[in-house]
């Protein structure tokens, strides 16, 4: 039953979103409140037990001494005393809010500021002249990139924004829009696999059946 | 009398059963259904069923996994910044289920970075049952399966240190990723890694292209489970999939011709509009 439980569930769950999405009665009896309910009672719950895997392991690095354990001893205290910060004023909270706009927002957009340097060192990779697809490459990446910077209308006039145009709106919305097909019907195989039971990863099964 | 006249209508099943404008997709999906089940039942009475193409991507799994037993280093994995309702998730445990099989039948430790509580305590579990279907129970450490944050930045700042301080020898990243991925990717690539990188995401995929030694582009992660199970089960449906393509081909095909002949004919639209 330990396989099968979760399997019947599985089932069970996927044929309940079914009848909702495609159903009159389904909508009137609005079947997916309920799911979504407990879909944030289980997400609450994981999130549990994510916090008691990060206690329980840098609460090793810390009892060892671990190499920089003085971070871990940080990254609980801070964890903690937000998580009761929350707990106490809820996510309305003066200082819960500060926090998060003063501490950690500054912090992600930094992080994410990185983005635009990595990008550079992958692209001085990629745009290298070694296959004919390269140079097709690199030369389409030279007029896209003209193309948005006004340096490229005070060299060719109107041209390079045409060209930029042409390249991103056609060949690539082409190329984009057939990949996205794979994706789509892909994504909708894989969920009809896991509804009718043909694959079992997700609860710890071989994989298949 | 105008907020009587200004009442919504109930709303109207269409075709006494169906939600308003839901039949034609409902019809879409008993066709792939009944395609894949068509599949299924010939690969199950033995008959034989077209081969999946050889996916690079796929194929040097096995050799990252090599590659890392051979140095003695990890292999890490990152199931993507979504949770399990997300279908590039539910792939991935897909991958995360062989991936663990390999680690466990070789020694091999494996490292799964988690940005969501729910994949974590899925991974978990699959990685558990893996090494005990492999007979090493012993090996399994549930320390190296980790949740690190749900916050996205804090997420990649924790796996660029994990990767500084652990040196995976392999990244296999599979999933649905956002703008981490250029930073994941590009950390491995300096980290002398070799990675594998795959998403449906189409405006991360060229970062993935750039940044990591094979990309899996879109359909081939969906096609992972099947192409490494090596079931002609799994293959029927893969088979199922590429049928539709073929069916959705022609769709836009007589579309486009017949848009182009007649473009103000609204003879189709009349036929199935409203369903």
Redesign the interface.
């Not at chain 1, 990949?179 to 994706?183: D, R, V, Y």
């Not at chain 2, 399966?145 to 690190?148: D, E, S």
């Given at each position: 039953m330990r396989k099968e439980g979760p399997m019947i569930l599985t089932v069970i769950s996927s044929l309940v979103v079914?009848f909702s999405?495609?159903?009159?009665?389904?909508?009137k009896w609005n079947l997916m409140a309920p799911l979504n309910n407990w879909?944030q009672i289980?997400?609450s719950i994981?999130?549990a037990?994510?916090f008691i895997?990060?206690t329980?392991?840098h609460g090793?690095y810390i009892q060892r001494k671990r190499e920089?354990w003085f971070y871990s001893i940080i990254l609980l205290v801070s964890m903690y005393a937000y998580l009761v910060l929350g707990m106490i004023q809820t996510h309305n909270g003066l200082q819960f809010n500060w926090i998060y706009e003063n501490a950690?927002s500054p912090?992600?957009s930094s992080?994410?500021a990185?983005?635009a340097f990595?990008?550079t060192?992958?692209?001085y990779?990629?745009f290298r002249i070694r296959t004919k697809e390269a140079t097709i490459l690199l030369v389409c990446a030279v007029f896209v990139m003209l193309g948005r910077a006004p340096i490229g209308d005070a060299m060719w006039g109107g041209w390079s924004g045409f060209v930029n145009k042409w390249v991103m709106g056609t060949m690539n919305v082409a190329g984009?829009r057939g990949?996205?097909?794979?994706?789509y019907?892909?994504?909708?195989?894989?969920?009809?696999?896991?509804m009718?039971g043909?694959?079992r990863?997700?609860?710890?099964?071989?994989?298949?059946? | 009398m105008m907020w009587l006249l200004a009442q919504e209508q109930a709303?109207v099943?269409?075709l006494g059963?169906?939600?308003t404008g839901?039949v034609i997709?409902?019809a879409c999906?008993l066709v792939?259904?009944v395609i894949?089940?068509v599949m299924?039942a010939r690969a199950r009475t033995g008959r034989k069923i077209p081969d999946i193409k050889k996916i690079a991507g796929l194929e040097a799994v096995d050799e990252a996994i090599g590659r890392a037993t051979e140095m003695g280093r990890p292999v890490a994995f990152i199931p993507g910044i979504q949770?399990?309702?997300n279908?590039?998730t539910?792939?991935a445990?897909?991958m995360?289920?062989?991936i663990a099989r390999q680690c466990a039948r070789y020694d091999t430790r494996f490292l799964a970075l988690?940005c969501d509580?729910?994949p974590?305590?899925?991974i978990e579990?699959?990685t558990?049952?893996?090494y005990l279907?492999e007979g090493r129970p012993d090996a399994f450490n549930?320390?190296d399966?980790?949740?690190?944050s749900?916050?996205?930045?804090?997420f990649?700042?924790a796996v660029i240190g994990i990767f500084e301080?652990e040196r995976p020898a392999a990244n296999i990243m599979f999933g649905s990723f956002y703008?981490e991925s250029?930073?994941l990717?590009?950390?491995g690539?300096f980290q002398g890694m070799i990675q594998i990188g795959g998403t449906?995401n189409?405006h991360q995929?060229p970062?993935f292209?750039?940044?990591c030694d094979y990309a899996l582009?879109?359909?081939e992660?969906?096609?992972a489970?099947?192409y490494?199970?090596k079931?002609p089960?799994?293959y029927g449906?893969?088979v199922?999939?590429d049928w539709?393509?073929i069916i959705?081909g022609l769709v836009i095909v007589v579309g486009a011709i017949l848009a182009t002949v007649s473009p103000d004919s609204t003879f189709l639209k009349d036929i199935i509009g409203g369903y």
């Open positions: 079914v999405t495609y159903f009159f009665l389904g909508q879909f289980s997400y994981a999130m037990l994510g895997n990060l329980a392991i090793k920089g950690y912090l992600s992080m994410f990185l983005v990595f990008i060192s992958a692209a990779r990629v984009m990949i996205n097909l794979g994706i019907v892909g994504a909708f195989a894989t969920a009809l696999r896991i009718l043909l694959e990863a997700h609860i710890g099964g071989s994989g298949t059946q | 709303p099943p269409t059963i169906f939600t839901s997709d409902f999906v792939l259904g894949i089940w299924v949770s399990v309702d279908p590039q539910l792939a445990f897909g995360v289920s062989h988690n509580p729910l974590y305590a899925v579990e699959i558990r049952q893996a279907e549930p320390d399966i980790r949740f690190l749900a916050e996205q930045f804090a990649v700042g301080r703008a250029m930073i990717a590009e950390t690539s449906a189409t995929l970062f292209v750039a940044a582009i879109g359909e992660m969906f096609a489970s099947a490494l199970s079931e089960v799994m449906t893969v199922g999939q539709l393509k959705i």
